[in-house]
């Protein structure tokens, strides 16, 4: 990696929200771009050669089979959890990704705990899993719209730490993306999706429902992060009005992730040179 994309593998702790804090997300720009000065040209050269980095890492990582890493996005309507899966793991083998969504639960998993869903589809050692919206929703979502009691969600704050911790200690690494946008970008976004009938389809009239309630969903949010942050499952709040800077940030904490955990290619089964191959 050049200099620019190590500065950004660097400074990205910047956005992760330490232990114990009270995240306020109005003080937290959406439009923030302060570790990537230079243009929107440069930072795809810069994405590319996070994207590659992070291909090279998950090759070692996929081979080493010791840790699974589990990828947490969420955001509100538009914040654009989509393009961050296609625009940051582009380069990455297929193979070794599994993208999961989580929408409205069925009957069957409403009959379970809400964790029953979630649990089965946790990487397994050698593999990305990318939660695109997760267990978080039933803090989010359900508290906005009172799907259970407040006694009832107030509880699952600890739940979700005990859990992540669960999956921690048996080896997966975890790392939770909030993509901050502001109500004036996401207005944007929603106008675009009427406007250009090649994005007809993703307009969803639920998407304003959820809108009206923005204040709403931000408390939501701004209390999960505030109380799940951990140092083995940190949240880091993303400025994501800027979907280019949004990228960088995100492929930044992957890597910086990966390198972490020091993956290596496993000692060979047998001595290679002992293999004569006729
Ligand atoms: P989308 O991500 O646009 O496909 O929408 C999925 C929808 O499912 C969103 O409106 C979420 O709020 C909703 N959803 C996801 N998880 C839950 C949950 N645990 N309880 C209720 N609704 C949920
Ligand atoms: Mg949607």
Same mark, same amino acid.
């Given at each position: 990696m050049d200099a620019t994309a190590m500065h950004l593998v660097w400074g990205v702790d910047r956005y992760r929200v330490p232990e114990g804090t009270r995240v306020d997300? !109005?003080?937290?720009?959406?439009?923030?771009r302060s570790l990537f000065p230079g243009s929107k040209r440069e930072a795809r050269r810069v994405l590319a050669e996070l994207r590659d980095r992070l291909a090279e890492l998950q090759r070692v990582f996929w081979a080493d089979g010791r840790h699974g890493l589990l990828v947490v996005l969420q955001a509100m309507d538009t914040g654009g959890k989509d393009g961050t899966i296609r625009k940051v793991?582009?380069?990455?083998?297929?193979?070794g990704v599994d993208v999961v969504s989580f929408g409205k639960p069925t009957e069957l998993e409403l009959?379970?705990?809400?964790?029953w869903r979630v649990h089965r589809h946790?990487?397994?050692?050698g593999r990305i899993g990318v939660f695109?919206?997760?267990?978080?929703e039933d803090v989010l979502v359900v508290r906005v719209l009172g799907l259970v009691d407040e006694e009832r969600w107030r509880r699952r704050y600890d739940h979700l730490v005990a859990f992540e911790r669960l999956l921690h200690d048996e080896g997966t690494a975890i790392v939770k993306f909030f993509l901050h946008i502001s109500k004036e970008e996401q207005r944007r976004r929603l106008q675009a999706r009427l406007d250009d009938p090649t994005k007809h389809?993703?307009?969803?009239?639920a998407d304003l429902e959820a809108r009206a309630r923005w204040d709403d969903y931000q408390a939501a949010y701004a209390e999960a992060l505030s109380r799940t942050s951990t140092p083995y499952a940190p949240w880091y709040v993303v400025p994501a009005d800027r979907k280019w800077y949004r990228n960088l940030v995100v492929a930044a904490v992957l890597v910086g992730t990966l390198e972490a955990l020091d993956p290596r290619y496993p000692?060979?089964?047998? !001595?290679?040179?002992s293999v004569i191959i006729d």
């Open positions: 997300l !109005d003080r937290l720009d959406p439009a923030d793991f582009s380069g990455v083998n297929p193979q009959s379970h705990d809400y964790l946790a990487p397994a050692k695109n919206r997760s267990h978080y389809w993703k307009f969803n009239p000692p060979p089964a047998v !001595d290679p040179a």
